[in-house]
């Protein structure tokens, strides 16, 4: 999936809805989630508000899918601790581009 043009929150918003889908036939026990985006965090965990309407929606999407499992632990990882997974995501949109160019 690509997102586009859009703030660092609707894109962890985004990615966090849809890791949520990819589980839905797993039924996890428990499931831990890890965003560098503690805005996200803090409003997932009920500490923050959600006062901007392009993310209510998100917000109201990823807290239903939540309410499905059974158990589920968001955390805030500093960006700085989460260089490995810019990477992977650095790569999957140069390869997501370079296929784009081809056609």
């Excluded at 966090?16 to 803090?42: C, F, M, N, T």
């Excluded at 409003?43 to 993310?55: A, E």
């Excluded at 999407?61 to 059974?70: M, N, V, Y």
């Amino acid at each position: 999936m690509v997102i586009g043009v859009a703030t660092n929150n609707v894109a962890e918003y985004r990615a966090l809805i849809e890791g949520l889908k990819a589980i839905e036939d797993w039924h996890p026990d428990r499931l831990e989630v890890y965003l560098d985006s503690q805005l996200v965090v803090e409003q997932i965990n009920g500490k923050y508000k959600v006062k901007k309407p392009d993310l209510q929606s998100l917000h109201k999407t990823a807290k239903e899918l939540i309410a499905g499992l059974p158990e589920v632990v968001v955390s805030y990882v500093e960006r700085e601790k989460n260089k490995g997974a810019d990477a992977l995501v650095n790569m999957a949109l140069d390869e997501q581009k370079a296929k784009s160019m081809k056609a």
